[in-house]
């Protein structure tokens, strides 16, 4: 079994790990057995959310019935340290636990919601305290976006980062991943899937565990999912000539239909996250509609529809994207899936 040490944390833990998203859509039964049966079967790390809805309890309920050593990550999406404060409390009291292993900055977008975070009264601040408290062991980041993730890894306050990495996003691989590691930063691969759009799972988590040194969350509901894929991690074999032949393909098809989440296109006239809604089917697939309708997503489906089509955002997306065309078809899509 592949194992890791997770950089400056000094966590030892397998390499593929179990990621919270899915289990908020799934009965509570099913999603702690799938919890429990991960567990069982040798997984040691699981990240959650509090944007996750029901994830953290049930992760809570299931590692409350066993005693095997499992770390665990969450994180918040909150910005000032006030916030901060009160999302980590509740996220150990759902997650029945007195200490959370990591805690991470929740969904970092852009370099003004960064400073936010890092400045004085921001959510950083309540992490520092947190950790001198000894309510948490390590402080991490999330961001979709690489410049974000670049900087702070700069600043160097963060014990972790996570990052988008899939084979329909690699570009990680090529500077954030190796300054990470050179710089003993945990590196957590989220989205090896990216989102649910890559339905070939078995191909894009070969892909993600062939880059070395990272630990790779892929998220899953169910148990028989899980066994899918901890085959593929116990297997450990090489991507082949005719797998990279048709990763190859499947990156050209999706070449001018798929968001990288760069934000480049930003800012939108009206206002739009056009990453969020050009995701918004796979967001469907991970948290269900009912779950998304409650989120703070769903304002990002309000505002799409104000589109005005001016073209703006297509000038600055360096994939070329079609953007206005997409953002409708995405509201097509989900309308029609009501």
């Known amino acids: 079994m592949k194992r890791m040490v997770l950089g400056r944390t000094g966590l030892e833990v397998c390499r593929?790990?179990?990621?919270?998203?899915?289990?908020?859509?799934?009965?509570e039964a099913q999603a702690v057995e799938t919890v429990r049966h991960a567990v069982e079967q040798g997984v040691d790390f699981i990240d959650t959310s509090r944007a996750y809805s029901t994830s953290e309890r049930r992760i809570g309920l299931a590692l409350a019935q066993t005693d095997k050593r499992v770390v665990v990550a969450s994180k918040a999406q909150a910005k000032t340290a006030e916030k901060a404060w009160a999302d980590l409390h509740t996220s150990l009291a759902e997650l029945q636990r007195d200490y959370i292993d990591i805690y991470k900055c929740h969904f970092v977008a852009d370099e003004?919601?960064?400073q936010k975070v890092i400045s004085s009264g921001g959510a950083y601040e309540a992490y520092q305290r947190a950790k001198n408290e000894k309510l948490i062991g390590h402080i991490g980041i999330t961001s979709h976006n690489l410049d974000v993730l670049d900087r702070a890894l700069d600043d160097d306050l963060f014990d972790v980062i996570m990052v988008c990495f899939s084979?329909?996003?690699?570009?990680?691989?090529?500077?954030?991943?190796?300054?990470a590691l050179e710089k003993n930063v945990g590196v957590i691969a989220m989205k090896p899937f990216s989102g649910g759009v890559i339905e070939e799972a078995t191909l894009?988590?070969?892909?993600a565990l062939s880059e070395p040194g990272i630990l790779v969350i892929p998220g899953v509901g169910r148990s028989d999912l899980f066994d899918q894929n901890w085959k593929v991690f116990l297997d450990a074999e090489p991507l082949t000539d005719s797998e990279s032949a048709r990763i190859a393909e499947l990156r050209n098809s999706f070449d001018k239909v798929f968001c990288r989440r760069c934000d480049y296109c930003q800012p939108c006239s009206e206002d739009i996250s056009i990453q969020t809604i050009l995701g918004i089917r796979s967001s469907v697939k991970r948290m269900g509609r009912s779950q998304l309708e409650e989120s703070f997503l769903w304002k990002a489906v309000e505002k799409a529809r104000n589109c005005s089509r001016c073209g703006d955002c297509m000038t600055r997306c360096p994939y070329g994207l079609p953007i206005p065309d997409l953002i409708e078809e995405s509201l097509a899509w989900l309308d029609e899936d009501e």
């Open 167 to 179: 084979f329909l996003e690699p570009k990680a691989r090529e500077e954030i991943i190796p300054k």
């Open 204 to 207: 894009a988590l070969k892909f």
């Open 16 to 27: 593929l790990g179990l990621g919270g998203i899915p289990l908020q859509r799934v009965s």
């Open 112 to 114: 003004a919601i960064y």
